[in-house]
């Protein structure tokens, strides 16, 4: 449960991992996603921290985002991240974010991404 | 150096008192090259007549450098820049950074207020700081736990430091202050703690304090002059606030004051606003006859003199607040044209969703209209002298939560708590005469249920439930242009959130603001064009700022919200607190997210 849920935001090393093992799918395809190096590098950095430093556990964690990236699309990744963050802020204001059942839903969606992407890469 | 400035500042305030502002800050807000006031200026136009970076080559914008404060939790206010220095301050703990803008922003003092930590649940509404101000050599913090310090802006060594208030009972500061000739100007947050909030002037020189002008309660610590202070034209009368309480709920009346203050050193007027009334449910504070009473002076306009604190007007915009509406919002002061007829206005965006225009010197109303078409609440405000209800909105039965009563829920209400638009300072531009407006696109669900007050223990006293307005765009936000004078929107922006970020306005036609998400835009003020977004290291809710050095001008922007995202998700986290706790269990974690908010600093290639 714990790798499960570890880290959000994703990897550059993912497209490797994807062209050097599903072979025949296209062998060098690039994984379909819009998502900025930086917010990859992000995801993978966190994951890493909680579930270990070494090369095991970065394959594990670029296969982690890359699967989010083919169910989410940057624009839905960057909703539920925002809403998440701004949760965060506590207050008022941002009690509403986490609250609304629409607002939810986004974070949801993220959250579902992330059991599948474990399920395939974790195992 | 200082000592002929502060010489210079006495001079001109006993030669020509009417026109002196504080001399020092009148000067350095004249210099575009500077941003002396969180508000750009005594007026609070949030204006640059910088114009290095216009609408032909704002596209490409850069990243010129960027600086970590090491704070979590939401980043509001901006930077100042006096000179070659800049000065930045962070949330709680609020520390204040000097930077060396000659030599690559190289720290030059830090200051690290001591704060008991338990000023941090007594915030409503985060641990945020709206900023420091800056006089005569003296940079003024404004701390969370209501000690006001007055640092010496070479050194960063303490002046002086008074005390406003006790966290105990619920107060704290986070907003900034403004400083008019001698007098250091502080607001006062708390009314979701019943705190009777006021406005009280320190002495920039020594901190003692000079008058306090509390938001409720008796003429003499109100200061209203019954015969002089006027309501709409006519005099306010003997114990005007007083009367409109039952018993003694004034005493934990609320009407916060932390907003952005204005100055008018020609009227020698300051004006800000006053917020909701403790509770948030109406039934608990309705008079004696169990109807409506207006709750003098929460929601309230206040246009003060600020020598002696004593008031010259006052506007009430939402008698008997029945939604938690606040009027703290900031009063940019503008002379414009009013249906046909030149105007010292004032122009106040109101949670209510109501955008004011008043004249600044009489109080006279001038336009009241909705600045969001989803605003439902009311009908409008009236407009016919002769009415008894002059100048009051008309509320509609179906989303009054008093008429509807206690421990019923009240359905889709537009807009909602938050306001169409919270404290982000909205911009106004000399050079297109329009006002440029962050907002929010939410409506609410919200039921009022029977709280009793402890001191230092929040008196709320509803619940809600917010969303998206329906039947338009989906998001919680738009980013609006809006004509004080027909009062009209001009243009407005869908976004996808409530821009939460304070817009900034330039010569070089061109309009900034921030995002949640985190991207810095810039828009073409004719028509709201996107010209350039940039996204930041997290969410905006600063306000953006421009200055110049050594001859090229930086747009400089704070980002920072709650947290990195990625903890919540990472433990299933919903208590904002505790994800701050799960940082610490993974020690590169903590060295990750200890870089906090950030300012990045843009300029031209």
Not at chain 2, 63 to 82: D, K, N, Q, Y
Not at chain 2, 142 to 158: F, S
Not at chain 2, 159 to 176: C, F, I, M, Q, R
Not at chain 2, 538 to 557: C, E
Request: net charge neutral.
């Amino acid at each position: 449960m714990m790798k499960l849920f570890s880290f959000m935001r994703p990897t550059l090393l993912g497209g490797l991992l994807v062209c050097g093992s599903v072979v025949g799918v296209g062998a060098v395809d690039l994984p379909v996603n819009d998502y900025p190096t930086a917010t990859r590098a992000d995801y993978v950095f966190g994951c890493m921290e909680s579930n270990g430093r070494n090369r095991d556990v970065l394959m594990k964690c670029s296969c982690s985002i890359d699967e989010i990236a083919k169910l989410l699309s940057f624009d839905d990744y960057e909703t539920a991240e925002t809403l998440m963050s701004v949760g965060l802020k506590g207050g008022e204001n941002a009690d509403w974010l986490l609250h609304s059942p629409q607002n939810k839903k986004q974070i949801d969606l993220l959250k579902m991404a992330q059991v599948e992407a474990e399920i395939i890469c974790f195992r | 150096m200082r000592k002929s400035a502060l010489i210079g500042a006495l001079l001109a305030t006993v030669v020509a008192a009417p026109a002196m502002a504080n001399s020092d800050v009148a000067k350095l807000t004249a210099d575009p090259n500077n941003w002396a006031m969180q508000t750009g200026d005594y007026f609070n136009h949030r204006y640059s007549k910088l114009d290095q970076i216009n609408k032909g080559n704002v596209g490409s914008l850069k990243v010129a450098w960027s600086f970590s404060t090491g704070v979590l939790r939401g980043h509001e206010g901006s930077p100042l820049v006096i000179g070659d220095v800049m000065y930045l301050h962070t949330p709680f703990p609020n520390l204040v950074y000097a930077l060396d803008l000659n030599n690559e922003g190289k720290i030059l003092w830090k200051y690290s207020p001591k704060q008991d930590p338990s000023v941090i649940p007594v915030m409503c509404c985060d641990t945020v700081n709206r900023g420091l101000a800056y006089a005569e050599g003296i940079i003024i913090l404004n701390q969370a736990d209501t000690n006001v310090v007055a640092l010496d802006a070479k050194t960063g060594k303490e002046l002086w430091k008074a005390t406003n208030g006790d966290p105990k009972k619920g107060e704290t500061h986070t907003g900034t202050t403004l400083i008019v000739k001698n007098n250091v100007l502080v607001g006062m947050s708390g009314a979701e703690f019943g705190v009777r909030c006021h406005v009280t002037s320190y002495d920039l020189k020594t901190g003692k304090r000079l008058w306090r002008a509390y938001s409720m309660g008796p003429d003499s610590e109100i200061l209203v002059d019954p015969k002089k202070t006027t309501n709409l034209g006519k005099p306010v009368g003997k114990d005007s606030s007083l009367k409109t309480w039952t018993g003694d709920q004034w005493k934990i009346g609320g009407g916060s004051s932390w907003g952005w203050f204005s100055y008018d050193a020609d009227l020698n007027l300051f004006y800000y606003g006053t917020g909701n009334p403790s509770t948030w449910n109406p039934v608990q504070r309705a008079g004696p006859d169990g109807k409506p009473i207006d709750q003098l002076y929460t929601m309230t306009i206040f246009a003060r003199n600020p020598d002696t604190g004593m008031a010259k007007w006052v506007y009430q915009m939402t008698p008997f607040d029945e939604w938690d509406y606040d009027g703290i919002n900031e009063m940019i002061l503008a002379d414009i044209d009013v249906k046909g007829k030149k105007r010292k206005a004032l122009v106040h965006f109101d949670r209510n969703g109501l955008a004011y225009t008043m004249d600044r010197a009489t109080g006279e109303l001038l336009v009241a209209e909705k600045y969001d078409p989803a605003v439902n609440w009311t009908t409008g405000v009236e407009f016919d002298k002769s009415s008894p209800r002059y100048g009051r909105p008309y509320v509609v039965a179906k989303y009054s939560t008093f008429q509807n009563g206690e421990d019923v829920n009240s359905q889709g209400i537009c807009p909602a708590a938050l306001g169409s638009k919270d404290q982000q300072p909205a911009a106004f531009s000399p050079k297109t005469g329009i006002f440029y407006v962050p907002t929010n696109h939410v409506c609410m669900d919200y039921e009022p249920f029977k709280v009793s007050y402890t001191a230092g223990q929040p008196y709320v006293g509803a619940t809600l439930a917010m969303f998206p307005a329906p039947n338009s765009h989906g998001g919680t936000g738009n980013f609006i242009a809006w004509d004080a004078g027909k009062g009209k929107i001009v243009w407005s922006k869908p976004e996808k959130f409530s821009v939460w970020s304070g817009a900034l306005a330039t010569a070089g036609d061109v309009v900034f603001y921030g995002t949640l998400e985190g991207y810095l835009k810039a828009v073409d003020p004719a028509n709201g064009k996107e010209l350039f977004k940039h996204k930041t290291p997290s969410g905006i809710i600063g306000n953006v700022m421009t200055y110049s050095h050594k001859g090229k001008q930086y747009v400089g922007i704070f980002s920072g919200v709650g947290g990195w995202a990625g903890i919540g998700l990472a433990a299933g986290l919903t208590d904002p607190s505790a994800g701050l706790g799960a940082v610490g269990n993974y020690a590169g974690l903590s060295e990750y997210t200890a870089l906090g908010g950030v300012l990045t600093v843009f300029s031209l290639p």
